[in-house]
Structures are given as C-alpha cells and as structure tokens.
C-alpha cells in the first residue's frame, strides 16, 4: 500500500512547477492561453527504470495459443523408476565412505571401499587354481618325455630286430622288451591326455575363482588379472589381485548421492545397502484427468507441461512433452492417469514440483492471440491491458481490453495487441491506479505537496 500511496502523489506532483506561488507573472501570449495551457489527455503511462523496479512491474509476451481447445491437467514431477541406483555389500567388511550426501557424481567415481576377511578366501581359490595348473603343467611334461623315452626305447629295440635279422640270429629277449614297450604306448598316451584333462579343469577352476572374485568386489576380472609391479619388487611383476586389500566400489551411473545408509567405519553385512543414487535428468510427469474428458483426449499425444502462475515462473515457459495413458484409473475419484516425458529441460523442474499438463484437443478453429489473465484488470465496466509501448519501452499504453474466451490463466484478446507484444503482468492495477488519477487531474486540477487541491488556471 506504501508504494501505491507513493504513486498516487506522483502524478500530482508533476504540476507543482505550473502553480508555484514563487513564479512571476509574465505577459499573455497565444502560448499562455487556456487551450495551450492545457495538457491534452494521452493513454500512454512513464514507467521509467525507477518505476518499474519500485513496483516491481513484470512484462509477458502476446502468445499465439488455442485457448478454446486446450486442456489443462494438474500434476507433479516425479523420478522414473530407473533414476534411482543403490549400492549394496556383496561381501562382509569394514566400510569407509568416500563421498556425502547430495555430492554430485560421475560413471567411476569411488564412491565406498571397504576391508573384508572373506577377501583372502577368494584370492586363496585363485592360487589354488594357479597351483593346480602348474601341477597339470608339470605332469604334462613328465608324461611326455615318458612318452618320448618310450617311443625311442621302441624304435631303437626295432632297429636292433632288424640288423639281427639280416645277420640271421634271433634274440628272443630283444623281441619280449619290443613288444612290452609297444604295448607301453597306448598307456602312456593316456597319461598325457590325462594330464591335458588336469590342465584344463584347473585352468577353468582358476577362470571360476578369479570371476567370483570379480564379481564380488566389482573389479573387472582383466584388471583384477594383469601385472602388476611392486616398487620394492624390482622388475618382479605379479597378478594385481595379490596388491588389493581394500576393495573400492566405484559408481556405474550419473546421478547425485541420494541417502547413506550407514555410518562411515561401520561393519556391515551382505547385501546391506550402503548408499543409493538418483539421475535427477531421468524424470516424468504425472497427472490426473477427469474421466469425463477421455474421449477428447483419447487421440492427443503431443502435450506441454507449464509451470504454475507462481512468481517468478514466467507462465510461457513450457516444455514439450510426449504423452501416454496410465494403466490404472480411480473409480472413487473418476479420474485417469496421465504419463508425460519431457522432451527439454528447464531450471524448475524438479521431482515434486506441481505443474500443469496443457493438451491441446482436437478443434477447427485456429490459435490467437492471449495473454495471461492476471495481466487484465478491471476499471469499473471496463477491462484494461497495459502494452508496452514498441517504440519506447519506459511507457505503457492503455488499452480497452476486447476479450475473448479464457482458460482461467490464458485469456484471448479480440483486438488492440499484436504477436510479439508485451503486456504489463504484476503491476498492472498500480498503473490503473496511476491511471485514474492523472485523468482526474488533467480534467480538473491537481494536488499540491502539502495536500491541498488547486483548480487549473
């Protein structure tokens, strides 16, 4: 109300000059005479800097919008199903947190590690396998040079038959050793392939422990597997499973740290859950229609989603948004609900956030003009705009308002704006105001600073 009385006294004022007791007379002239004297009555409203940051006057555009036609839904914001990821303890151990609620993170941030006494375990059925394999290794070596010393045992009795035979002396005994070795082979082969059958279940029970391994502390099982070089180990190099004492669990997913669930240095079983996060982009729209309203909008898929006329959410910023039916209705309520993505982003949409979900049903007519309806006020009969002059934006013009049919925030104007304009929001009835006054006193006179009234002269 201050501000108002301010701008109440400030039309007057303007007049203070033209009556001032400390103003000489001068000679009458054509200048002077009561018709040049007189200020002819404008339309047009200053609304300089100053005045527009006092009042705090705000500006919305002139929208080309189907304003008969379009329906609008309430609803809220709220997180898809798959925004949200938890991190949970695949082996028992001491946690230690890395990061803090609300932290920002990115695909392999660390995120927790912890210390776990079943570690060792895995890493013992590893070098078991690795054990295994050498030994199937080895024995494959063995059996092989058997083979080999056989083979050659045979070929060198067969090649001591022969030379016997052409002398024409038989050797019994050579012939017995001959065949005992030949018999050998089959045996010793079997051996070997035996050995090759060690080899491979040892190679796959080491494969198996090193992918248990990996999946219980989620270190990819190359990583887990290449070689790694201690530096006090010289050129020395080991698997790097046998460095890892703490395991540290990295995020897979872009999001923000929603909850911990423990506290920092807790023991915590498996699959206790350690903290969970959420993508704040992977969002949806939710909202509820009456069931009245199926059949119009039945075939509508393209949809808005437009802020409420709360302050500073201008009302022409919306977004896009791709629609679908729910699967459930309210029979107690007689509603539907409405499933809307948002095909842009904005600065205030947030999980939670009410909104309204403007479909645009199926009409003949086209769009026009509209603008929002708390920027049309009302002086006596008449509904007044006030549009920002084009030419000079520290005015405002008054403009009869010719209105049209009205949604309840958008209302259509028949005449006096063109697309593109701007029309005063807040702050419209102070100019009214302002208005009313400044006619007053172009019709009959005007108010002095100490609030005394004087007649024009």
Not at 42 to 51: E, M
Request: with cysteine; glycine share 6%.
């Amino acid at each position: 109300m201050t501000l108002i009385r301010q701008l109440l006294l400030f039309v007057p004022l303007v007049a203070l000059a033209a009556c001032s007791p400390a103003s000489e007379p001068s000679a009458p002239s054509d200048s002077d005479s009561p018709t040049a004297q007189s200020a002819e009555p404008t339309n047009r409203i200053d609304i300089p800097a100053t005045v527009r940051r006092n009042l705090g006057i705000t500006f919305a555009q002139v929208q080309v919008r189907d304003v008969e036609h379009t329906l609008r839904v309430p609803g809220a914001f709220e997180l898809q199903p798959l925004a949200r990821h938890e991190y949970r303890m695949s082996l028992p151990g001491k946690v230690q947190l890395l990061v803090d609620q609300y932290d920002p993170v990115q695909p392999g941030t660390p995120l927790f590690r912890y210390q776990s006494p079943s570690w060792p375990e895995l890493l013992h059925e590893i070098i078991q396998g690795e054990q295994a394999i050498e030994a199937a290794r080895a024995e494959i070596k063995v059996k092989l040079a058997s083979l080999d010393e056989t083979t050659a045992r045979l070929t060198r009795a067969r090649q001591r038959i022969e030379d016997l035979a052409q002398a024409d002396f038989k050797k019994a005994d050579l012939e017995v050793q001959a065949a005992d070795l030949e018999a050998a082979l089959p045996r010793i082969q079997a051996e070997v392939e035996l050995a090759e059958t060690r080899l491979v279940n040892a190679e796959r029970t080491r494969k198996h422990a090193l992918h248990r391994a990996a999946t219980a502390s989620g270190i990819p099982e190359d990583e887990l597997d290449s070689e790694f070089s201690a530096p006090d180990a010289g050129k020395n190099t080991e698997p790097k499973y046998h460095s890892i004492d703490w395991i540290e669990v990295r995020a897979s997913e872009p999001g923000v740290v929603e909850a911990l669930a423990i506290t920092d240095g807790a023991f915590v079983e498996p699959p206790s859950r350690v903290l969970s996060t959420v993508d704040p982009e992977r969002i949806r729209f939710r909202a509820l229609a009456l069931q009245a309203d199926l059949p119009k909008i039945s075939g509508s898929r393209a949809a808005r989603i437009v802020p409420p006329p709360t302050p500073g959410f201008p009302m022409e910023d919306g977004i896009p948004a791709a629609m679908t039916f729910g699967l459930e209705a309210h029979p107690e309520e007689r509603t539907i609900t409405l499933m809307a993505t948002p095909t842009e982003t904005a600065d205030w949409i947030r999980p939670g956030v009410s909104a309204f979900l403007e479909i645009v049903t199926e009409s003949t007519q086209g769009p026009a003009l509209a603008v929002p309806r708390s920027a049309v006020v009302q002086d006596g009969l008449t509904h007044l705009v006030f549009r920002r002059d084009p030419s000079d934006p520290n005015k405002a013009i008054r403009v009869e308002a010719d209105l049209g049919v009205s949604d309840g925030l958008w209302v259509v104007l028949n005449s006096g704006v063109m697309r593109g304009d701007e029309v005063v929001l807040a702050g419209a009835y102070e100019l009214k105001l302002a208005a009313q006054q400044s006619r007053a006193s172009q019709m009959s006179g005007h108010v002095h600073a100490d609030g005394s009234f004087h007649d024009e002269h």
